[in-house]
């Protein structure tokens, strides 16, 4: 799975109180309806469909390692990363 610099930041050092929107690629429908499950489990939201499979979601930062651990997932980016 390839994580964008920020999102690594992020798994390892979370800040307190701060709120993550992340680009999630799943690599298959299954592992799409499991990225639904893990961030509604860790109380965020999938905020929006993107074009080619990804989805955007918001979570808390301390909540990243959690969706890091997600098999399936092809790649985590923030969003500010690609322009959205």
Same mark, same amino acid.
């Given at each position: ?6 999102? #690594?930041?992020? #798994? ?7 709120v993550a929107e992340l680009r999630v690629?799943?690599?298959?429908d299954d592992a799409r309806a499991a990225? *639904?499950? #893990?961030? *509604? ?5 999938? *905020?929006?469909?993107?074009?080619f499979g990804g989805v955007v979601v ?27």
């Open positions: 799975m390839y994580l964008s610099h920020p999102v #690594r930041r992020m #798994r390892d050092d979370p800040l307190d109180d701060e690629e799943p690599a298959d990225l *639904e499950t #893990r961030v *509604e489990s860790l109380d965020g939201s999938l *905020e929006r469909e993107l074009r918001s979570l808390a930062e301390s909540a990243v390692s959690d969706l890091c651990e997600l098999d399936g997932i092809e790649r985590i980016e923030t969003v500010d990363t690609l322009g959205y």
